[in-house]
């Protein structure tokens, strides 16, 4: 080894050129890309108003996406809620089967290129069912799909996600899925038929979060179900004492959102600059009684 002034000391220069490996390292950056689960209600919205300063300090410049379905009592969307969640630091919403749910999304959806519904939807329904992310100099492809297993038998997902990718493959590097099933099998299904054509597949609609996030062999991250933001101590994010009556007795019951406590559920995902494919998964969960306790 040599030395410099005594005070620096240099190895050797190695066989493989280290700035080759320093330009490699440079140029394949990571894009965060942070999905929060399904939003139920007005105590999902405090819990995203409380967590959303802690998740853009901790991933700073990341992508934020957030299923928002059951934001408005459970039911769907309005556009006020909308509004905030985009004022939170929100970049892209999500919807599901409670689309139509609140009478005003018709009067806003057509309009707000920063919320999809799923895009199998019949021909002609409002919205849209994908469109681009723009945060900073990145663009990200977002994707809504509904599943038909024991959920309405709409267009199908698979043939539907095919005909988006035909063009947009050619267009955007980043492309994620938000996959709104029912089904389990559905969910892993998509997951394998999109894996390598697209950046990440996740699940929603079922509220519990699943632990097999992982990267698939040709590298879409994926997850079965990011988990609900909501209500910790109710069925799903809705009061409890009426479910259970549904359950025991069968009669008709009209189901409320919880109040109380709340958790949190979501996944961060890095992504490559230079293919678009994820390079990293992984799960975020708070409730209340532990906010900042990782």
């Given at each position: ?6 005070s620096v000391?240099?190895?050797?220069w ?13 140029r394949?950056?990571i ?8 939003i139920?209600?007005s105590v999902?919205?405090?819990?995203l108003?409380?967590i ?6 901790t ?5 934020f996406i957030?299923?928002?379905?059951n934001?408005a ?8 809620i909308a509004?905030e ?13 409670h689309t139509?749910?609140?009478?005003d999304?018709?009067d806003?959806i057509d309009q707000?290129?920063?919320?999809v519904?799923?895009a ?34 709409i267009?199908?997902p ?11 493959k050619?267009?955007y590097k ?5 996959f ?10 998509m997951?394998?038929h999109l894996?390598?054509k697209?950046?990440?597949?996740v699940g929603?609609h079922?509220?519990?979060?699943t632990h ?19 209500p910790?101590?109710g ?6 004492v ?9 009669l008709?019951v ?7 406590k709340?958790?949190f559920h979501?996944?961060?995902m890095?992504?490559n600059?230079q ?14 009684d ?5």
């Amino acid at each position: 080894m040599n030395t410099l002034n005594n005070s620096v000391t240099w190895e050797k220069w190695p066989k493989q050129p280290l700035f080759l490996v320093l330009i490699f390292e440079v140029r394949c950056k990571i894009i965060k890309v942070v999905f929060i689960g399904d939003i139920v209600g007005s105590v999902g919205r405090k819990a995203l108003k409380t967590i959303m300063p802690r998740l853009k300090q901790t991933h700073a410049n990341a992508i934020f996406i957030a299923n928002g379905e059951n934001a408005a009592a459970g039911r769907g969307i309005t556009s006020a809620i909308a509004k905030e969640m985009y004022e939170m630091g929100i970049h892209g919403i999500t919807m599901g089967n409670h689309t139509w749910d609140q009478k005003d999304i018709f009067d806003f959806i057509d309009q707000d290129e920063k919320m999809v519904r799923p895009a199998n939807f019949p021909p002609g329904t409002p919205g849209r069912g994908h469109t681009v992310i723009k945060v900073k100099d990145q663009e990200l492809l977002l994707i809504n799909l509904q599943g038909r297993t024991f959920l309405p038998p709409i267009d199908c997902p698979f043939r539907k996600v095919e005909e988006i990718l035909e063009t947009a493959k050619k267009k955007y590097k980043f492309i994620f899925v938000d996959f709104h099933a029912e089904a389990t099998s559905e969910k892993i299904a998509m997951g394998w038929h999109l894996d390598g054509k697209v950046s990440a597949v996740v699940g929603t609609h079922t509220h519990v979060q699943t632990h097999d996030e992982r990267i698939l062999p040709q590298g879409t991250a994926y997850v079965t179900d990011v988990g609900m933001v909501g209500p910790r101590d109710g069925v799903l994010g809705m009061e409890r004492v009426s479910v259970l009556q549904k359950f025991k007795t069968q009669l008709p019951v009209r189901f409320t959102t919880d109040e109380g406590k709340w958790h949190f559920h979501a996944v961060v995902m890095d992504l490559n600059d230079q293919t678009g494919l994820a390079k990293g998964i992984k799960l975020i969960r708070y409730d209340e009684d532990h906010v900042f306790m990782d």
